[in-house]
T-cell receptor, first 117, second 112 residues
Framework: DTGVSQDPRHKITKRGQNVTFRCDPISEHNRLYWYRQTLGQGPEFLTYFQNEAQLEKSRLLSDRFSAERPKGSFSTLEIQRTEQGDSAMYLC???????????????FGEGSRLTVL | AQKVTQAQTEISVVEKEDVTLDCVYETRDTTYYLFWYKQPPSGELVFLIRRNSFDEQNEISGRYSWNFQKSTSSFNFTITASQVVDSAVYFCALTDGQNFVFGPGTRLSVLP
């Protein structure tokens, strides 16, 4: 399978626990994005990387959230001290930005659903 | 700031009807890109189309067609002769080449 893969697909945790999600993008893609989607809403941008550099973070990304892409390949999104409001689907997407004015489309994974009890 | 509005929250049609999903966007950039994505019940967002701000030519792909009008900042999506398999949530999105901003989505139900 050469698509975007996310792990785990589902995570149930108790409030206050830490959780970590992993995303493996399409191998030749240099950009990786994290989005959050709640029921009935569109994806909300959290952060994105070009290679290993984190280029932008949304103000939605509080200090309890941290994302890394240490070798420019896979990425992790960690949420510390989870709150019930963190319950959502966390989506990862990747794209190939080859320079110039062209912008490739995002390819999405199936998402990691987080439930905080 | 960039913004995407999809005023239609939910639409229901009977199979074989045509249906148009509206998308209105806001941006200060002169170069930008617009997208439509489909999210079926299985959940994974699927890319449908991309247009750049310099190309206002309408596009048709099978039963799908897109109408991009810069003058009204709209990028509408029409499905002709809808089918039950078209039932999904459809998202319009906008990017300046950095972050992608998505609209709230339109849930389309095609009834047999």
């Amino acid at each position: 399978d050469t698509g975007v893969s996310q792990d785990p697909r589902h995570k149930i945790t108790k409030r206050g626990q830490n959780v970590t999600f992993r995303c493996d993008p399409i191998s030749e893609h240099n950009r990786l994005y994290w989005y959050r989607q709640t029921l009935g809403q569109g994806p909300e941008f959290l952060t994105y990387f070009q290679n290993e550099a984190q280029l932008e973070k949304s103000r939605l990304l509080s200090d309890r959230f941290s994302a890394e892409r240490p070798k420019g390949s896979f990425s992790t999104l960690e949420i510390q001290r989870t709150e019930q409001g963190d319950s959502a689907m966390y989506l990862c997407a990747s794209s190939l930005r080859a320079g110039g004015a062209d912008t490739g489309e995002l390819f999405f994974g199936e998402g990691s659903r987080l439930t905080v009890l | 700031a960039q913004k995407v509005t999809q005023a239609q929250t939910e639409i229901s049609v009977v199979e074989k009807e045509d249906v148009t999903l509206d998308c209105v966007y806001e941006t200060r950039d002169t170069t930008y890109y617009l997208f439509w994505y489909k999210q079926p019940p299985s959940g994974e967002l699927v890319f449908l189309i991309r247009r750049n701000s310099f190309d206002e030519q309408n596009e048709i792909s099978g039963r799908y067609s897109w109408n991009f009008q810069k003058s009204t900042s709209s990028f509408n999506f029409t499905i002709t002769a809808s089918q039950v398999v078209d039932s999904a949530v459809y998202f319009c999105a906008l990017t300046d080449g950095q972050n992608f901003v998505f609209g709230p989505g339109t849930r389309l139900s095609v009834l047999p």
